[in-house]
């Protein structure tokens, strides 16, 4: 029996405020376990929370950026359950009153774009983390984590396939990152995802849906999704029936397991945070930071095809990151080049960054420098070997361009003279390799033309040895 698959997604994004959302703890990723913790974030009875007024604008912001509804008041909610990283034995969320409602993202499926429904966003904390100890003799809690901000993306059952969740996550990706409000480095935790799946026959009525916890990349999220639509459609074709609960992934050998039956809210026995007022938002601060929108990845591809006139695949790789759009744009406009410099970003900027497993979002290049470059290589003043190797050295060294080719003698041989002497020279003690060019065979040409470079030492312009070697291989027929 054919069934469809019906997935809705959570998105866990951690906000990168300098301090936790309900205290003045540091908000950091890596620090030495339980070193940013407080009264306020670990527990401590008495201990009062002051909403961080950076984390609702975040929210705020993000909302507007997917066309959301932003409430003028909202709540905070005690979530209540128990679990060793949370020591106050509940998290203080928002489930009656979220702060962002009713918006939408589009994604690019295979052949049309695709509406995915926002159903809410909304704040809360997050956590603490359970270590196991050495020799896995006990396992520790560091509670770092906990009280550092959440935003919690919950779409509408919109997705048909786990290509288009990832389409989803990849575009939220980079609005956030535009938005400067999350670094979203899955692998650290910092954008988490939850899979919501169940399938159903056509025209029927949904199914039972299972939770897919804390996946944290984007191969685990497709395989999670692969995994448990095979599972629950065996389930179905032996006639059984598939059990609401709550499971966890193990990546490594892309199972999940089952952690416990899946909650609803009464579960968690949710009632107002007596701690905290009424969140009030007015038109005037919605208004501002509406103002405060970045442009977008998809804006800025846009703009650079239609404007630049860049192909669009150089377009979506370098708008993948904002600080990468921002470096080529100044790029092109500093050469007038845009077509050498989008090249130059996707060819040799990207490749370094990849081979020295750099992020994007925290190099720091000159791009006048890099312009300058442009300059000299589109001029003919060095040849496009001693241009790859002159990047190398801005990208690595910081190098001046114009100081480090001028040490290293680098600059193209323009002069005619001594263009026509290598020529001349590479034909002379080539000569079977002339006569075969001469008879028609071209790829001899390959063998003469090297040889001219290599009598000057490579700094020639390719160009203008090859239409030498032409015009003195005519000379001599």
Not at 64 to 86: E, G, M, T
Not at 202 to 230: C, H, I, M, P, W
Not at 261 to 269: F, G, L, P, V
Not at 418 to 428: K, N, Q, Y
Request: proline letters at 5%.
């Amino acid at each position: 029996m054919k069934y469809e698959t019906v997935i809705g997604i959570e998105v866990h994004a951690e906000l990168n405020t300098q301090s936790k959302i309900f205290c003045g703890c540091p908000n950091a990723f890596g620090a030495v376990p339980n070193t940013h913790i407080c009264p306020i974030c670990s527990g401590q009875p008495g201990a009062l929370p002051k909403l961080n007024e950076a984390v609702v604008e975040c929210a705020v912001r993000l909302g507007l950026a997917l066309s959301c509804k932003i409430a003028k008041k909202c709540n905070f909610d005690r979530k209540n359950y128990f679990y060793p990283d949370l020591p106050k034995a509940y998290q203080i969320s928002q489930l009656y009153f979220p702060i962002c409602t009713d918006g939408f993202l589009e994604i690019q499926t295979t052949n049309t774009p695709k509406r995915i429904g926002i159903r809410e966003i909304h704040i809360e904390e997050d956590a603490g983390k359970l270590k196991l100890a050495s020799l896995g003799r006990a396992t520790q809690a560091d509670l770092n984590r906990a009280g550092v901000p959440l935003l919690e993306i919950v779409t509408q059952p919109d997705f048909e396939s786990g290509e288009e969740v990832i389409a989803f996550i990849e575009r939220l990706r980079e609005i956030m990152l535009y938005l400067d409000i999350c670094d979203c480095k899955m692998q650290e935790g910092s954008l988490r995802a939850d899979i919501n799946l169940s399938l159903k026959q056509k025209d029927g009525e949904l199914g039972t849906r299972t939770e897919t916890k804390n996946l944290n990349s984007l191969k685990a999220v497709l395989r999670a999704v692969q995994y448990e639509t095979a599972r629950q459609a065996e389930i179905l074709a032996k006639g059984g029936m598939v059990t609401q609960q709550t499971r966890r992934w193990d990546d490594e050998k892309a199972v999940s397991h089952p952690m416990r039956s899946k909650e609803n809210a009464q579960d968690y026995r949710y009632f107002p945070e007596p701690d905290l007022p009424p969140l009030y938002i007015s038109d005037g601060q919605i208004k501002k930071l509406s103002k405060s929108l970045p442009e977008f990845a998809h804006h800025k591809r846009r703009r650079f095809t239609q404007e630049l006139g860049i192909s669009p695949s150089a377009a979506e790789i370098i708008c993948k990151s904002k600080n990468i759009a921002e470096l080529f744009e100044a790029v092109a406009e500093g050469s007038g080049n845009s077509v050498e410099a989008a090249n130059l970003i996707t060819g040799d900027i990207l490749r370094l960054i990849g081979e020295k497993g750099l992020d994007p979002e925290k190099i720091c290049l000159d791009a006048a420098k890099l312009t300058s470059l442009i300059d000299m290589v589109t001029s003919g003043k060095i040849n496009r070997g001693v241009y790859k190797e002159a990047v190398e050295a801005v990208f690595l060294h910081d190098a001046d361009p114009t100081a480090y080719i001028t040490q290293k003698g680098l600059f193209a041989v323009c002069d005619d003279a001594l263009i026509r002497a290598a020529v001349t020279e590479a034909i002379s003690k080539n000569p079977q390799a002339a006569a075969d060019y001469t008879a028609g065979k071209e790829k001899a040409f390959a063998c003469l033309m090297g040889q001219a470079m290599k009598h000057l030492s490579g700094k020639a312009d390719p160009a203008a040895v090859r239409k030498m070697l032409v015009e003195v291989l005519k000379e001599n027929v």
